[in-house]
């Protein structure tokens, strides 16, 4: 096999596995309505924080894990305003938002 289709095969490897992780373990994936937020993570994790860039805008998202839970989100808020569910609606105008969410 030439070198050079083994390379472009791992890289390709590679992008699926970290789609994987981030959208479905981390559990941070691009929705219609928005950015969700829907990490299934094991109870010993207390909290992550993961950047993403969504639609223009880059969104730090910080999550908590108090009681030690593996999926749901019990609130979030983004730039200290609280969102209903799970789902970061799309940002108005371009920018950088802080996100923070508690499991629960």
């Known amino acids: 096999m030439p070198q050079e289709t083994y390379s472009r095969g791992l890289w390709a490897s590679a992008?699926?596995?970290f789609m994987n992780v981030?959208?479905?373990i981390l559990g941070i994936r691009p929705?219609?309505?928005g950015l969700a937020v829907d990490p299934c993570i094991p109870a010993d994790f207390?909290?992550?924080t993961i950047c993403r860039k969504f639609r223009g805008s880059l969104y730090k998202i910080h999550i908590?894990?108090?009681d030690g839970v593996e999926k749901g989100i019990k609130c979030m808020?983004?730039?200290g305003e609280k969102v209903e569910g799970n789902i970061i609606?799309?940002?108005e105008v371009p920018g950088e938002y802080?996100?923070?969410a508690v499991m629960g």
């Open 22 to 24: 981030s959208q479905y």
């Open 89 to 91: 609606p799309p940002a």
């Open 31 to 33: 929705e219609f309505a």
């Open 64 to 66: 908590t894990n108090p």
């Open 98 to 100: 802080e996100v923070e």
């Open 77 to 79: 808020t983004v730039n």
């Open 46 to 48: 207390k909290e992550l």
């Open 15 to 17: 992008a699926w596995t």
